[in-house]
Nanobody, 130 residues
Framework: QVQLVESGGGLVQAGGSLRLSCAAS????????????MAWFRQAPGKGREFVAA????????YCADAVKGRFTISRDNPRNTVYLQVNSLKPEDTAVYFC???????????????????WGQGTQVTVSS
């Protein structure tokens, strides 16, 4: 089993920024879980969970949803077993719970759908006030 723990959410004004973090580890061993495809999704109140950004196992490729392109950046630090989501120029419509996701094995193309990820964190709330 893999544990993903998100942090960094909060309440910000429109136009503000946050950096979300996702720390990954194997359970129960506690061994690091790195070098695997990972992604961020979000779920706004009353809506389904949607893709935000994904990153390849080595950080060589990143992908962002059109709604956040140019404002959000996904990155990773494999020695620290952590994936980040830098969120800038926040808008009220970015308000959501942000979830970290991971899968164990690499696919030919970077997964961007819910069903392609095996492991999920508990989420971190981002609230943007107007």
């Amino acid at each position: 089993q893999v544990q993903l723990v998100e942090s960094g959410g909060g309440l910000v004004q429109a136009g503000g920024s946050l950096r979300l973090s996702c720390a990954a580890s194997e359970r129960p061993s506690g061994r690091p879980f790195s070098n695997h495809p990972m992604a961020w999704f979000r779920q706004a109140p009353g809506k389904g969970r949607e893709f935000v950004a994904a990153i390849t196992w080595n950080g060589g490729g990143t992908y962002c949803a059109d709604a956040v392109k140019g404002r959000f950046t996904i990155s990773r630090d494999n020695p620290r077993n952590t994936v980040y989501l830098q969120v800038n120029s926040l808008k009220p419509e970015d308000t959501a719970v942000y979830f970290c996701a991971a899968r164990r094995f690499v696919l030919p193309q970077v997964p961007q759908t819910l069903s392609e990820y095996e492991y999920w964190g508990q989420g971190t709330q981002v609230t943007v006030s107007s």
